[in-house]
């Protein structure tokens, strides 16, 4: 036998029969995971919808990240009608769903308790379980919740939906327009005004403590840096400088507030430490030095100047001194701001087009690798 | 006979002339026919194609890539293996070789330079003597000794080789000297081992199937190595066994993901069921970094 099919497989491999086949897979794809969300199983829910509700959310949510391709609830083969029993898998590998998530929320008066398992279709495992108490009003959050958790499983990354966004509000006629500071979940639901609209606010920032923004506003006159408590309402000047203050940001420990202060014609980057309210130049040009951003690991910062002639973009450690330039192509760049992971940093580029129209595109730019084009 | 010679010239004239109208007239015919560009490839083409990068530039013999240093190289030949072996005995013995060689330098030297002291005289001769016994005693092993040199360095860093009493058709993973600049190649080449359509194919199905964790900062963690048994109908015997091992989230989506990817390949019909003794016990690595380098 040994010699017919060494003979047959000279061509497969020189090993001998014996050996372990070696392969290596270096490619894949990056195609969406089909994912199957049925509806969460409810139990003695005041509000019947909710278990329809949170499963919307959590496909939503998890189809807007561009990982995941919920299949229609329409081509679901088995109903699932509690979460204690292992799903038909067959049912679910028929309809190709490579996850399934199975769910269910039980409201005690006004409490809720939210379950949820992940299913690997094509293993026949549980990849995750876990189960919130919450107050009834914040079914909301806790579909965001499952949705991370769903995220952080299945891609290795960490979810970003149990997050919320501050801007600024803008509305009404153009000559008189109202700007304020407004909230709202990463998903655009539950809006809630911070400010009235009586002064100017502008470029509003989150702390990573998630309680407190930084924004720039007119409410005294010139433009200055306060810090707001969004839960309290309480707000707070920064650094009370003659001149005015703006573009400010925190730092990554939320112990720092960095921004610009303008004082004749040129502006330099001041940073304030919050706990001891006492402030640092970082930068000392007869420019302009603005819109700081911080590195996640807070040792670096970008900012964009015109000392070279144009706005460009530089990087310089986070404690001041020379600034190194990253950005060299034509027209401006300006507003660097770090990703979180480290690896990118965004920033908007303005380009004079040849129909004399303006072009302002944003960009991603390696900050390791120096030139951006 | 000059009437001959110009009824000849005459005749000839005529013949040629003759054969210059007519031939020229009618051309000789070429059918067209349409041209059918073959080219040949072969499956080695593709199949048999060394450790590298794209980009690289060719070299005449091209060095696999080698990221990590291990104990040995793969010994593919049996016949290699034994004559390494012979070379480990031969390393033991040759000490004395080498001492006679500069003694005997040494001593000449000193006979030429005092020949009027006698006892120097006499401790030369002493001292060439000595090394007479040495040289009848090293002669003997320098014969079988000569094909050696070339390779018998003692190699501490090889100590585990030699002292190693498997089978000679064992495969090391890595090679034993780094080499990161590599030649002509692609990452997944695996020239000298694999050329057949059945592993391309279940390579390339493999692929189609693998989603690979997006947006992974640090790639190193994706890498997973799966040990996989199947059954003669393709399909998988056992749960894939996971032999790289890590707790971060990122290495937990990446072998899922790989898991997943042999969960919904099977059954591999691509393996023939005549090939089954080769394919029934399969390692694969899954390896995302060259997609993520870009």
Do not use: C
């Not at chain 1, 995220?151 to 700007?179: A, H, L």
């Not at chain 2, 013949?15 to 349409?34: C, D, F, Q, R």
């Not at chain 2, 072998?255 to 080769?278: C, N, T, V, W």
């Amino acid at each position: 036998m040994l010699g017919g099919a060494a003979g047959a497989l000279a061509s497969l491999s020189p090993r001998p029969a014996a050996a372990v086949l070696k392969l290596n897979i270096t490619e894949g794809n990056v195609q969406p995971v089909p994912i199957a969300i049925p509806d969460f199983v409810g139990i003695g829910l005041h509000e019947p919808a909710t278990g329809r509700n949170v499963s919307e959310i959590i496909a939503s949510n998890l189809r807007r990240s561009g990982l995941f391709a919920p299949i229609d609830q329409a081509a679901y083969i088995e109903k699932v009608s509690t979460i204690d029993t292992l799903p038909r898998f067959a049912d679910w590998r028929q309809i190709n769903a490579q996850a399934l998530v199975t769910g269910r929320i039980t409201q005690t008066e006004g409490r809720l308790k939210a379950e949820f398992r992940l299913w690997d279709v094509f293993a026949g495992q549980q990849l995750r379980g876990e189960q919130y108490n919450t107050t009834a009003d914040n079914w909301r959050r806790i579909a965001h919740i499952i949705s991370d958790a769903i995220y952080e499983r299945i891609t290795g990354d960490k979810g970003y939906f149990d997050t919320r966004i501050v801007f600024v509000d803008e509305s009404g006629p153009k000559e008189r327009r109202i700007k304020r500071l407004a909230l709202m979940d990463q998903d655009g639901a539950n809006v809630r005004y911070l400010t009235r609209g009586d002064d100017l606010v502008l470029t509003p920032r989150f702390s990573s403590s998630a309680d407190t923004i930084t924004y720039m506003s007119y409410r005294e006159g010139d433009p200055k840096v306060y810090l707001m408590n969004i839960e309290t309402g309480q707000r707070e000047i920064v650094s009370n400088f003659p001149g005015m203050t703006f573009s400010p940001r925190f730092s990554p420990d939320g112990q720092r507030v960095i921004f610009s202060l303008q004082r004749g014609g040129s502006s330099n980057l001041f940073v304030m430490d919050l706990r001891s309210k006492a402030t640092t130049r970082l930068t000392d040009t007869q420019v302009i030095d603005t819109a700081p951003s911080y590195s996640p690991d807070g040792t670096q910062i970008s900012f964009e100047s015109d000392r070279g002639g144009k706005q460009q973009i530089y990087v310089m450690a986070a404690t001041g001194g020379p600034a190194q330039r990253i950005s060299f192509g034509d027209g401006a760049y300006s507003t660097p701001v770090w990703s979180p992971r480290g690896d990118y940093i965004a920033f908007t580029s303005e380009a004079r087009l040849t129909s004399a129209r303006d072009a302002v595109s944003r960009h991603l730019a390696r900050p390791h690798l120096g030139a951006v084009a | 006979m000059r009437t001959a010679y110009t009824i000849s010239a005459i005749g000839h004239a005529a013949v040629l002339l003759w054969s210059v109208w007519s031939l020229a007239a009618n051309p000789l015919p070429v059918s067209s026919t349409e041209g059918l560009p073959v080219d040949l490839v072969t499956v080695s083409e593709f199949s048999n194609i060394a450790a590298g990068s794209k980009d690289a530039p060719k070299t005449e013999t091209a060095k696999p890539l080698v990221e990590k240093v291990a104990e040995a190289k793969p010994v593919e030949d049996p016949t290699a293996k034994v004559v390494e072996k012979k070379e480990v005995k031969a390393a033991r013995e040759p000490p004395p070789a080498p001492d006679s060689k500069p003694t005997e330098s040494e001593s000449a030297k000193k006979q030429a330079e005092t020949p009027p002291d006698p006892i120097a005289d006499a401790l030369a001769k002493e001292e060439v003597k000595k090394p007479e016994p040495k040289k009848a005693d090293a002669k003997p092993p320098t014969p079988p000794k000569k094909p050696a040199p070339p390779a018998p360095k003692f190699d501490p860093k090889q100590v585990a080789a030699l002292l190693d009493k498997r089978e000679a058709t064992r495969l090391a993973a890595a090679g034993e000297t780094l080499n990161n600049a590599p030649s002509l190649g692609l990452s997944n080449g695996a020239a000298a081992q694999l050329s057949l359509t059945e592993l391309e194919a279940l390579r390339a199905l493999l692929a189609q199937l693998w989603t690979v964790p997006a947006g992974a900062k640090d790639p190193q963690e994706l890498v997973v190595l799966i040990r996989v048994k199947l059954n003669r109908d393709g399909r998988l015997a056992a749960p894939p066994i996971v032999l790289t091992s890590g707790a971060s989230p990122l290495f937990m989506a990446a072998r899922d993901s790989a898991i997943r990817a042999l969960f919904r390949g099977q059954p591999y019909d691509m393996l023939k069921p005549e090939h089954y003794e080769q394919w029934k016990d399969v390692e694969i690595t899954f390896d995302p970094r060259d997609m993520i380098r870009g």
